[in-house]
């Protein structure tokens, strides 16, 4: 069994404090206005919770499948941490939807995509096939274009994000180190 000085269970118990308040940021937000900057930076902390979250889980899971092979642990001890890894990945693979649906759904009213889609389907139906398939071409081009960009832009967050989770252990180590020395 681990000791709670176990770098590893004590990561995995942080992941599960993060996880439960996700869940209770977005269980409050139905005490919230259906839109506002209030429910806005709500959810937005929400999300970012969860992004950490997910970082965290990767860490957790990229240091259980690299231990080595004469690991202080037993096969029973690493299945067991696998199997608690798994379940808070589940728990939070439930919680994401939830915040995706409530980003894509203010961001199709703000802007405007209902009625930019029945402007599309008009203007495809005064089109031939020929222009069809010119204009869907481009449109190829542009979500392969969209697509590398927020490939791109998703992993400098994740490296942001770690890069954020190093300072605040740094900084709270440096402030323990200040404390116990005044």
Not at 13 to 33: F, T
Not at 92 to 111: C, I, K, Q, V
Not at 130 to 150: G, M, N, Y
Request: aromatic residues 2%.
């Amino acid at each position: 069994m681990a000791s709670s000085s176990d770098p590893w269970m004590r990561e995995l118990s942080d992941a599960s404090k993060l996880a439960d308040e996700v869940r209770d940021m977005i269980s409050q937000r139905s005490s919230l206005l259906p839109s506002g900057p209030q429910t806005q930076r709500h959810m937005s902390t929400a999300r970012r919770k969860m992004t950490i979250l997910r970082t965290k889980l990767e860490t957790l899971q990229s240091l259980l499948s690299k231990l080595p092979s004469k690991q202080i642990l037993s096969a029973k001890e690493t299945n067991r941490r696998r199997d608690m890894l798994d379940k808070l990945s589940v728990q939070a693979g439930e919680m994401a939807p939830t915040l995706n649906m409530s980003m894509s759904a203010d961001r199709d009213n703000l802007f405007g995509l209902n009625r930019k889609q029945d402007d599309m389907m008009k203007k495809a139906n005064d089109l031939d096939n020929h222009e069809q398939d010119e204009d869907f071409a481009q449109l190829e081009e542009t979500v392969v274009s969209t697509k590398h960009i927020a490939l791109a832009v998703n992993e400098e967050l994740d490296l942001q994000t770690r890069l954020l989770d190093n300072l605040d252990e740094h900084v709270d180590s440096t402030n323990s180190r200040l404390q116990v020395r005044l």
